[in-house]
């Protein structure tokens, strides 16, 4: 069980719009930066998004990143097939010694 | 370009110490700000992180497997090595080298290295 929250699973028609959600505590979301990142089917996960709301170039504008309070959010428009992967999220915990917490992953199922 | 590659056993027994090399390009662990980790993920499961080693050669680890962890700079300056003992079968996994931002997020991975624990 992680202790940033995660669904486990989202779906969405190709074109539609999906958003994952992050929650965590004032010790690690609300107070740090967040992170997503992106894994493919038997890939390496990919940064997809940095201090909450920066895209690395190479990021399509579809995806953005957002924060509120204890919980972070990851939103893509405009679904295409190639969006199907794990998504996570990550942050810093200040009660772990300079540990990162990552989220239990999401599944995107785009159908 | 950045790049960062895994090498180690594909097996290990349990009760065994486990040796990883990470092997880098494109930039300079001894540059101010530059930190490497190592993260971990059990087929099927989430991301979890181990440990990491800075430019100034501080180095953190999980606190749940702080015991069992070091994480050093190898014999060349383009490596980073992460040893964990007493492998248990709990502990197959894909394990990850990664290149880490100063604001704690990772921007290039390694292609990872599974590691399959089993007598």
């Known amino acids: 069980q992680s202790v940033l929250t995660q669904p486990p699973s989202v779906s969405a028609a190709p074109g539609q719009k999906v958003t994952i959600s992050c929650s965590g505590s004032s010790s690690n979301v609300e107070n740090n930066y967040v992170s997503w990142y992106q894994q493919l089917p038997g890939t390496s996960p990919k940064l997809l998004i940095y201090e909450d709301t920066e895209r690395p170039s190479g990021t399509p504008d579809r995806f953005s990143g957002s924060k509120s309070g204890k919980s972070a959010t990851l939103g893509i428009t405009g679904l295409q097939t190639g969006d199907e992967a794990d998504y996570y999220c990550a942050t810093w915990d200040s009660t772990l010694n300079a540990g990162v917490l990552f989220g239990g992953g999401t599944k995107l199922t785009v159908l | 370009q950045v790049t960062l590659k895994e090498s180690g056993p594909a097996l290990v027994k349990p009760t065994q110490t486990l040796t990883l090399t990470c092997t880098f390009s494109g930039f300079s662990l001894s540059t101010s700000g530059m930190r490497v980790s190592w993260i971990r993920q059990p087929p099927g499961k989430a991301l979890e992180w181990l440990a990491r080693?800075?430019?100034?050669?501080?180095?953190f680890y999980s606190i749940s497997l702080k015991t069992r962890l070091t994480i050093s700079e190898g014999t060349s300056k383009n490596q980073v090595v992460l040893t964990m003992t007493n492998m248990d079968p709990v502990d197959t996994a894909t394990y990850f080298c990664v290149r880490q931002s100063p604001t704690y997020f990772f921007d290039f991975w390694g292609q990872g290295t599974l590691v399959t624990v089993s007598s």
């Open positions: 080693i800075d430019w100034d050669n501080d180095k």
